[in-house]
């Protein structure tokens, strides 16, 4: 079992920046998998920055390429999102995920097992 308990939602204006944190326990010895995912009112849930833990690269979503960056603290157990230029469009619940099991690029969330509460990010134009 793993637990995943995010926090630095909130709202903002277009052009700022927020940064999430995900704090995971458990057994965080066995994820395989880990990332962010948001979901919008009335959309699918959008993985946008994605990785095999251990070494894997990140793959980031086109949207939010160059804006957004994932980084990790492996001896607290931490997972983070600096999210800059923030568009409207970036209106979300926001999701920290983690797998247990192999998957081979870690992209889809059909790889994820165990989610977070997630965290509202409202950005406003």
């Known amino acids: 079992q793993v637990q995943l308990v995010e926090s630095g939602g909130g709202s903002v204006q277009t052009g700022g920046s927020l940064r999430l944190s995900c704090v995971a326990s458990g057994s965080t010895y066995s994820t395989y998998c880990m990332g962010w995912f948001r979901q919008a009112p009335g959309k699918e849930r959008e993985g946008i920055a994605n990785?095999?833990?251990?070494?894997?690269?990140?793959v980031y979503a086109d949207s939010v390429k160059g804006r957004f960056t994932v980084s990790q603290d492996a001896v607290k157990n931490t997972l983070s999102l600096q999210m800059n230029s923030l568009k409207p469009e970036d209106t979300a619940t926001y999701y920290c995920?983690?797998?247990?099991?192999?998957?081979?690029?870690?992209?889809?969330?059909?790889?994820?097992?165990?989610w977070g509460q997630g965290t509202q990010v409202t950005v406003s134009s």
């Open positions: 990785f095999v833990t251990g070494g894997g690269g990140i």
């Open positions: 995920a983690a797998g247990t099991t192999y998957d081979r690029t870690c992209v889809g969330a059909s790889a994820y097992r165990y």
